[in-house]
Each structure stands twice: as structure tokens, then as C-alpha cells.
């Protein structure tokens, strides 16, 4: 592996980020909150002295990524961006160092889990950097990167597979460029879209920008203490409801439905499979919430089909599901391991993986019934390889032995057995909301440091979905010489 490769990619994300904090600082200066401009200033200078000093290392003339570059590219990038993301906090005097890292991080990875325990005592500009952190991290760092930055280098390609989620990278375009750029106009109409219409529902235009972010970046940062249920609005519910369901989904056959029409919708199975896993959900917990938890029925479903859709994609509260009875509260945790769609800006397990695990399954039943019959897994009409069928066996492993060892490991700080699994599960798959000292009205703050350390490791490891951040942790991995 060629270090000065990956120092070239690395100071052009860094300069690209300083940018990027043109954005918070500008908002600081107009509202007149000079702490926060100095914070986000020193910031700026920060990231470019950063640049520089990589740029002294990098590589003049940048030749073709190899699959090794673009993994330490990717994991070195996110740490890079979590870390000037955690500056604001900070220097702001804000946030102590382990905490302001914590925040950036789950801003950054969607997970939405928060140490600050009141924000309405926090600077405007660095809500609204939350929520820009939410939108960065939730669409991709390095698939923005390349998106906006065609200067990175050749055969980036690697690094887009690194950082996107799902069993196998759909490409809708020929050339990845294309693909990405497409992409992110696709992402940033959906997020213009939502910031309107919330606006018209009655949120300011700042308000409505910041929950406009989090909805697409599926994070769930809010503005009030409150979350959601400050808005206490069947409108907004409903709009968020819906963007969330569409976060949720996979962006490349969005665009696959503007270019070919909706019929490619109604093709994908796993898009099939995700509605009809909501719908199920939002009827068993509507059902359950007005048989067992005392609520009348338009109230149970406003609150199941909201929730219902938060915690599969972004965390966001409207009610305090800590109270419901138990078969709720199994059924939002079992929404929590599934997460959203391949390719969406949602994390967990993925629907695509639970599909082919599901058919793996079957067809290892029908093998015992008929074992010399050729069984084969298709997925939208198309044969799916036996080596991507071990890949999502492996990864759904690691997946439940990850929930189940760092569940334990919280346990060891004292947390209940039952809290400690789903902190584990909402972390690994960046959702945000737990359940008991974690729940749907508490933060994350009281929770001690050491924990809160394996709790960033977690969410890293959950966006970047296993392999990528356990690659890195091999000491082979960093030989230059190693063959790969």
C-alpha cells in the first residue's frame, strides 16, 4: 500500500471539509454568535493545516486506488471527519473532548444518540451543524467526495464499495462519477423537498432546514429537547413519516424510477419486502398499543406508523416507547436490527441480507426434500452468486456476535441486561433511541466514559458494516509489501 496515495485522497477530503464549514460559520456570523464563529473559524484553520501537512506527504502524480488504499482511504477519512466535527463542540466550550468526539461521530454515522443534555442552551450554528453532520454522513463522506471532487483519483471505485452498504453495489450508470453525482442531486432535491414542505407545515425555515437534514441523513437530530414530539403535529408526523420511509429506501433505484418509470419500483424485492415489513409492523404495534396500552385507535396508529418508521431508519421520538407494553417494544427492536434498504442512507442489517438469508434458508429445507434438484436464490430476477450468499451468512454472524458481545461489555459498567441489548442494537445500527437508560426520553450523557468509548468504536463499525473497519485493525493490513 502506497501511504502517500492515500495522504493525496485524505488532504483533498480535508480541504473539502474546510469548506464545508464556510456553511456554519457564515450562520454564526449572522446571528451574531461570536463564540461559535471562533470556534468554527479555529476549526477551519485547523482542517487546513491539516491539508497541508498531508499534502507534504501525498503523492504528486496519483495512479489507480488499489482495493487497500481505498479501505484505509474510507476508514481514515470517516475518523478524519469525526474528529474536525467534534472541533465545534469543543472549542466552543460546548462539549469535553470524549463527548464532543461522541457527538460528531453519531452525527456523522446517523446514529443520533446525543450527550447534550439541554439544547436550547446551545448556539444555533451548532445545531445546524449537527444536522449538516447528519446529512454529510448519511448519503456517504467519500460518495459526496467523489461526487463533488473527480480530482481524487483513478479507480475510486474501491472507495465507494467500502462505504456503501448493502450485499452487492448496485450501478445504475456506467461510469461511477456519473452514478454519484446523480446521486447526490437526487439527495439534495429529496432533502430541498422535505425542508419546504415542513416549512409549510408550520416550522420555521431554519427548524425546518435542520429537521430537513436529519430526515434524509436518517439521524434524528432535533433541535428541542423534546424531539419530535415538541411539534405535536399530525402533519409534520405525517410528512416525516414519509421521507423517513423514502430515506429508508435505495436511492439508486430512485433514480432508476425517474430514468425507466415506476415500474422498476414495483420489480425490486426488497423494496417490496421493506414496505410490507413497515406495514406489518405499524398494524401489529397500532393493534397492541390500543388492545394492551390503554390508547384509542388513531391515537395508537399515529404513534405506531411514526415510530414504526423512525426506528427502522432515523430515530426520531414522537411518544415515549419505553412505556408501551412488550410486544411493542420487541417488535421497534426487532425494526432496529433489520434497519432499511442496500443503499439507502439508513443502517442495519439491511433488507436486502434478510431476503437472502430468508431464501438461503428455504432453499436448504427443499434440498432436504428434494436433494437432487438444482436450487438456486434469485433476488429481482436475477441469480445470486453462492459467494454472495456466504458473504451475507458472514456478515450477518459478525452482525449478531457484535450486538451480542458489546451488549455484554456494557453489561460490565452495570447496565441491565435487557438496556445493554439495545444499546448494542441501536448503536450498531446507528438508529439512536434504546430502551431504559437509554430510552426514548433520556441521552447518553450519564453513561460512563468507557463505555461511551466502546459505543463510538460501535457506531463506526456499524455504518462501515464490519468488514471494512476490522480490515484495518489487522496489522498486515498496513504492510507495504503485503500481497492483497
Not at 477551519?44 to 479501505?71: D, F, K, N, S
Not at 430512485?254 to 409492523?281: D, P, S
Not at 434497519?339 to 431476503?355: I, N
Request: with cysteine.
Amino acid at each position: 500500500m502506497d501511504l502517500r496515495v492515500v495522504f493525496y485522497v485524505l488532504a483533498r477530503l480535508t480541504l473539502a471539509a474546510a469548506g464545508v464549514l464556510l456553511v456554519p460559520c457564515a450562520l454564526a456570523l449572522l446571528w451574531g454568535e461570536g463564540e461559535a464563529l471562533r470556534a468554527f473559524a479555529l476549526t477551519q484553520g485547523l482542517a487546513i493545516a491539516l491539508w497541508g501537512v498531508l499534502v507534504t506527504h501525498a503523492r504528486r502524480e496519483v495512479r489507480a486506488i488499489t482495493m487497500r488504499e481505498g479501505i484505509a482511504i474510507t476508514g481514515l477519512g470517516w475518523c478524519i471527519g469525526a474528529g474536525l466535527g467534534m472541533l465545534p463542540y469543543v472549542l466552543g466550550g460546548c462539549l469535553g473532548f470524549l463527548d464532543g468526539f461522541f457527538e460528531s461521530l453519531s452525527g456523522f454515522t446517523g446514529t443520533g444518540a446525543t450527550v447534550i443534555t439541554s439544547l436550547s442552551e446551545m448556539p444555533r450554528s451548532l445545531l445546524f451543524w449537527r444536522s449538516m453532520t447528519h446529512w454529510f454522513g448519511g448519503l456517504g463522506i467519500i460518495v459526496i467526495f467523489i461526487a463533488l471532487l473527480p480530482q481524487a483519483g483513478q479507480s475510486t471505485v474501491y472507495m465507494y464499495n467500502a462505504e456503501t452498504t448493502g450485499p452487492t453495489h448496485d450501478r445504475v450508470m456506467p461510469r461511477l462519477q456519473s452514478m454519484t453525482g446523480a446521486l447526490f442531486r437526487l439527495y439534495a432535491g429529496l432533502t430541498l423537498t422535505a425542508a419546504v414542505i415542513y416549512w409549510l407545515c408550520g416550522m420555521d425555515a431554519v427548524t425546518a432546514a435542520n429537521h430537513a437534514l436529519s430526515t434524509l441523513g436518517t439521524g434524528g437530530f432535533s433541535t428541542y429537547d423534546a424531539n419530535a414530539m415538541a411539534f405535536d403535529s399530525v402533519w409534520i408526523e405525517g410528512w416525516m413519516s414519509l421521507f423517513m420511509v423514502i430515506a429508508g429506501g435505495n436511492f439508486a433505484l430512485y433514480y432508476k424510477v425517474w430514468k425507466k418509470g415506476a415500474g422498476a419500483l414495483r420489480r425490486n424485492t426488497e423494496f417490496r419486502v421493506y414496505l410490507a415489513i413497515l406495514a406489518c409492523a405499524a398494524l401489529l404495534v397500532t393493534a397492541n398499543l390500543a388492545l394492551a396500552g390503554g390508547e384509542t385507535l388513531p391515537q395508537a396508529a399515529r404513534y405506531a406508523v411514526f415510530q414504526v418508521a423512525s426506528l427502522a431508519t432515523t430515530g426520531f421520538v414522537t411518544a415515549d416507547f419505553d412505556r408501551w407494553p412488550a410486544l411493542s417494544k420487541g417488535v421497534l427492536l426487532t425494526l432496529m436490527v433489520i434497519g432499511g434498504c442496500a443503499g439507502s442512507t439508513a443502517s442495519g442489517l439491511k433488507v436486502s441480507r434478510v431476503v437472502l438469508l430468508a431464501k438461503s434458508s428455504a432453499n436448504v429445507f427443499l434440498a432436504k426434500l428434494h436433494p437432487r434438484a438444482l436450487h438456486v436464490v434469485r433476488l429481482n430476477g436475477h441469480t445470486v452468486p453462492v459467494s454472495v450468499l456466504h458473504r451475507v451468512g458472514h456478515f450477518f454472524f459478525l452482525y449478531m456476535m457484535s450486538i451480542a458481545l458489546f451488549a455484554l461489555a456494557f453489561t460490565a459498567f452495570g447496565v441491565p441486561i435487557f438496556d445493554a441489548v439495545g444499546i448494542s442494537v441501536t448503536t450498531l445500527g446507528n438508529v439512536g433511541p434504546a430502551f431504559g437508560i437509554a430510552g426514548a426520553t433520556c441521552t447518553f450523557a450519564p453513561l460512563p466514559a468507557g463505555m461511551k468509548a466502546l459505543l463510538c468504536f460501535e457506531m463506526l463499525l456499524g455504518r462501515l458494516e464490519i468488514f471494512t473497519l476490522l480490515a484495518m485493525l489487522q496489522p498486515a493490513f498496513w504492510r507495504t509489501k503485503h500481497p492483497w
